[in-house]
């Protein structure tokens, strides 16, 4: 069965940091591209960055480009998403998604899933 499980979400204030966190298992993550997407409320879904697999490129939305970075860390079958100088326009639920194969990644129609985790940007 395939899972992906986020954790690491919640409130925080504008100009801090968070490090949400996907634990994937029931697929080959190693071979698998990684996203991060994201909904604000009334608002449709957005991909935040994605990271491949190989040489691990990894891309971003103009809106988070120098404030948010992916990484993987594929002893532990999980991906991260790290984010910094949080503002309000962040706030949204943070799903994790993946595509196997991983050699490319950004727009595509991911195979695999999170639930979602709520992060707030607010004073």
């Known amino acids: 069965e395939v899972q992906l499980v986020e954790s690491g979400g919640g409130l925080v204030q504008p100009g801090g940091s968070l490090r949400l966190s996907c634990a994937a298992s029931?697929?080959?993550?190693?071979?698998?591209?990684m996203s991060w997407v994201r909904q604000a409320p009334g608002k449709g879904r957005e991909e935040v960055g994605c990271?491949?697999?190989?040489?691990?490129?990894?891309y971003y939305a103009s809106a988070v480009k120098d404030r948010f970075s992916i990484s993987r860390d594929t002893s532990k079958n999980t991906a991260y998403l790290h984010m910094t100088n949080l503002n309000p326009e962040d706030t949204g639920v943070y799903s994790c998604?993946?595509?196997?194969?991983?050699?490319?990644?950004?727009?595509?129609?991911?195979?695999?899933w999170g639930q979602g985790i709520q992060v707030t940007v607010s004073s």
């Open positions: 029931g697929f080959t993550f190693s071979s698998s591209a």
């Open positions: 998604a993946g595509i196997t194969p991983g050699y490319v990644c950004w727009g595509y129609e991911y195979q695999y």
């Open positions: 990271i491949t697999t190989g040489d691990g490129s990894a």
